[in-house]
T-cell receptor
Framework: NAGVTQTPKFQVLKTGQSMTLQCAQD?????MYWYRQDPGMGLRLIYYSASEGTTDKGEVPNGYNVSRLNKREFSLRLESAAPSQTSVYFCASSDGPIFWGNTIYFGEGSWLTVV | ELKVEQNPLFLSMQEGKNYTIYCNYSTTSDRLYWYRQDPGKSLESLFVLLSNGAVKQEGRLMASLDTKARLSTLHITAAVHDLSATYFCAVDATNYGGSQGNLIFGKGTKLSVKP
């Protein structure tokens, strides 16, 4: 059981370049999330998708776009990468909303460096 | 603004000893999560606490929630080296202007258990 799978695992970008982080889950979960983790910090929510076709901004959405392609896949796009977006990105999913007490399952993370 | 503070941020302890990690948060919430993260790895869900007075135990770890005090604790009993990791608490911010799925994380407690 793969759980939440993210690609790529490592990426180096030049300032101004664009890229898309891919995420897929095989747990038939409705909700999916993108978080970022900076050194010495907890995770911060970038975007959230309650179900296929819906997305909502999280705590730090600026500079990012997302697409909930279908129930399994939720991608994160950096249109014009900036050094401040150097971070570790985690995709996650849950069966339902967290305010129902659902457990969030995280992917392995994608290490992104913008130079 | 919902803030989550963990202490201590660093904890070095000897095997066999007991210790408690504290998680304070600034506004009322009755949904709190504890996660474990090993270096370079994803976050693993440990406990989901959904009501005042909730207590959950798994092996040498026990978590509790006091919503009136806005405090959760993670107690470690007779620590072993395998417990070395970073532990995060996270509070659901859905009712405080956050989008659904917006967990506010503490900065984490880096635990090192030495022989």
């Amino acid at each position: 059981n793969a759980g939440v799978t993210q690609t790529p695992k490592f990426q180096v970008l030049k300032t101004g370049q664009s890229m898309t982080l891919q995420c897929a889950q095989d747990m038939n979960h409705n909700s999916m999330y993108w978080y970022r983790q900076d050194p010495g910090m907890g995770l911060r929510l970038i975007y959230y998708s309650a179900s296929e076709g819906t997305t909502d901004k999280g705590e730090v959405p600026n500079g990012y776009n997302v697409s909930r392609l279908n129930k399994r896949e939720f991608s994160l796009r950096l249109e014009s990468a900036a050094p401040s977006q150097t971070s570790v990105y985690f995709c996650a999913s849950s069966d339902g909303p967290i305010f129902w007490g659902n457990t969030i399952y995280f992917g392995e993370g994608s290490w992104l460096t913008v130079v | 603004e919902l803030k989550v503070e963990q202490n201590p941020l660093f904890l070095s302890m000897q095997e066999g000893k007991n210790y408690t990690i504290y998680c304070n948060y600034s506004t009322t919430s009755d949904r709190l999560y504890w996660y474990r993260q090993d270096p370079g790895k994803s976050l693993e869900s440990l406990f989901v606490l959904l009501s005042n007075g909730a207590v959950k135990q798994e092996g040498r770890l026990m978590a509790s929630l006091d919503t009136k005090a806005r405090l959760s604790t993670l107690h470690i009993t007779a620590a072993v080296h395998d417990l070395s990791a970073t532990y995060f608490c996270a509070v659901d911010a859905t009712n405080y202007g956050g989008s659904q799925g917006n967990l506010i994380f503490g900065k984490g407690t880096k635990l090192s258990v030495k022989p």
